[in-house]
């Protein structure tokens, strides 16, 4: 099918491949045992794929859709045989995250006519945030861009000190005040010292406390709009970074942070640790936020820019 040429370089697919090892394994073993004994695809198949899919943590909505998009293609082509049902999910998976216009490229890159650009990131602790943000930044330097970080999760110690341990591996400035400064002010000294430097991408880490909305949601306003006073129209995004292990708790995250605070991409972590990949799709379908990026793996390139054709590829890979 001509949805799924070669995106990627060869070792950019073959971490993809490894990330989703896991969650592809499982589904695959799952769904050759729900067509044993069966010569083509019928109700019962169906409701194997429908239990299949909800169990890899796609989501219910976005299986439904699937499930019909499949029972589509069965009435249409009057006989699908079992063995062509791993090609004919691929391509109904891509087809339905194709009707989404992000999740088609290939690398990283920033607006050019946004300088600096302004990154806030948000997520709960413990979700992989401090790693996405050195990662990204190794990414954008690579790129050739002069990236400047913020250390404005100032409520906990270790978040500051475990940014500077990725800003000193990455080489890149890390602007940070001690625990306990206002997070607004170490925002403003970040896109200031970022502006005097003539840097191209800033990265704001922001304090995780989803367990108080409305002050979680005070905060980020604040930060926003003492950002502003240095660039207007500042951030140009924030980005939720979510734990893919935890599969549908990724989603209830993305519900609550999304009423807390305005969120423009999103990215799915550990997904190298789990069997609950699906989440990605789910996500994608479900949430009007690009995923703009994946983690499969510990290396510095294991952070890749999420890109549907080559994710849905991998997912149902029967290469070994």
Same mark, same amino acid.
């Given at each position: 099918m001509?949805?799924?040429?070669?995106?990627?370089?060869?070792?950019?697919?073959?971490?993809?491949?490894k990330?989703?090892e896991?969650?592809?394994?499982?589904?695959?073993?799952?769904?050759?045992? !729900?067509?044993?004994g069966?010569?083509k695809? &019928?109700?019962?198949?169906?409701?194997?794929?429908?239990?299949?899919?909800v169990?890899s943590? $796609?989501?219910?909505?976005?299986?439904?859709?699937?499930?019909?998009?499949?029972?589509?293609?069965?009435?249409?082509?009057?006989?699908?045989?079992?063995?062509?049902?791993?090609?004919?999910?691929?391509?109904?998976? !891509?087809?339905?995250?194709?009707?989404?216009?992000? /999740?088609?490229?290939?690398?990283?890159? $920033?607006?050019?006519?946004?300088?600096?650009?302004?990154?806030?990131?948000?997520?709960?602790?413990?979700?992989?945030?401090t790693?996405?943000? /050195?990662?990204?930044?190794?990414?954008?330097?690579?790129? /050739?861009?002069?990236?400047?970080?913020?250390?404005?999760? =100032?409520?906990?110690?270790a978040?500051?000190?475990?940014?500077q341990?990725?800003?000193d591996?990455? &080489?890149?400035?890390?602007?940070?005040?001690?625990?306990?400064?206002?997070?607004?002010?170490? !925002?403003?000294?970040?896109?200031?010292?970022?502006?005097? +430097?003539?840097?191209?991408?800033?990265?704001?880490? *922001? !304090?995780?406390?989803?367990?108080?909305?409305?002050?979680?949601?005070?905060?980020?306003t604040?930060?926003?709009?003492?950002? +502003?006073?240095?660039?207007?129209?500042?951030?140009?995004?924030?980005?939720?970074?979510?734990?893919?292990?935890?599969?549908?708790?990724?989603?209830?995250?993305?519900?609550?942070?999304?009423?807390? *605070?305005?969120? =423009?991409?999103?990215?799915? =972590?550990?997904? &190298?640790? *789990?069997?609950?990949?699906?989440?990605?799709?789910?996500?994608?379908?479900?949430?009007?936020?690009?995923?703009?990026?994946?983690?499969? /793996?510990?290396?510095? &390139?294991?952070?890749?820019?999420?890109?549907?054709?080559?994710f849905?590829?991998?997912?149902?890979?029967?290469? =070994?």
């Amino acid at each position: 099918m001509s949805l799924f040429k070669k995106l990627f370089s060869t070792p950019k697919k073959e971490s993809l491949d490894k990330g989703l090892e896991k969650t592809k394994s499982t589904f695959l073993s799952k769904l050759g045992k !729900a067509v044993v004994g069966k010569s083509k695809v &019928d109700d019962d198949v169906l409701d194997s794929l429908e239990e299949i899919l909800v169990s890899s943590d $796609v989501g219910v909505d976005t299986t439904l859709r699937i499930i019909k998009r499949i029972e589509a293609r069965v009435s249409k082509d009057k006989y699908v045989g079992t063995d062509e049902l791993n090609r004919i999910l691929r391509e109904e998976i !891509a087809g339905l995250l194709s009707e989404t216009n992000f /999740g088609t490229e290939t690398e990283y890159s $920033v607006p050019k006519d946004k300088k600096p650009y302004v990154i806030m990131v948000v997520g709960v602790n413990g979700v992989g945030k401090t790693t996405t943000i /050195g990662k990204l930044a190794y990414q954008f330097k690579k790129q /050739g861009l002069k990236v400047v970080l913020g250390a404005a999760d =100032t409520f906990r110690a270790a978040a500051i000190d475990q940014l500077q341990v990725w800003a000193d591996r990455v &080489d890149v400035p890390l602007v940070r005040q001690n625990m306990g400064s206002d997070p607004a002010s170490v !925002a403003f000294d970040t896109l200031s010292s970022a502006v005097n +430097q003539n840097a191209d991408v800033v990265i704001i880490d *922001t !304090a995780g406390r989803l367990h108080n909305k409305v002050n979680l949601m005070n905060e980020l306003t604040k930060v926003k709009r003492v950002m +502003q006073k240095v660039v207007p129209d500042t951030p140009h995004e924030v980005l939720l970074v979510l734990d893919g292990s935890t599969g549908q708790n990724a989603f209830e995250q993305a519900k609550q942070f999304t009423k807390a *605070t305005e969120v =423009t991409a999103l990215a799915v =972590t550990k997904l &190298d640790g *789990t069997a609950k990949g699906g989440v990605v799709i789910g996500i994608s379908d479900q949430f009007k936020i690009p995923v703009k990026y994946i983690g499969v /793996g510990e290396g510095l &390139d294991d952070l890749q820019v999420f890109n549907k054709i080559e994710f849905v590829d991998s997912f149902f890979s029967t290469k =070994t």
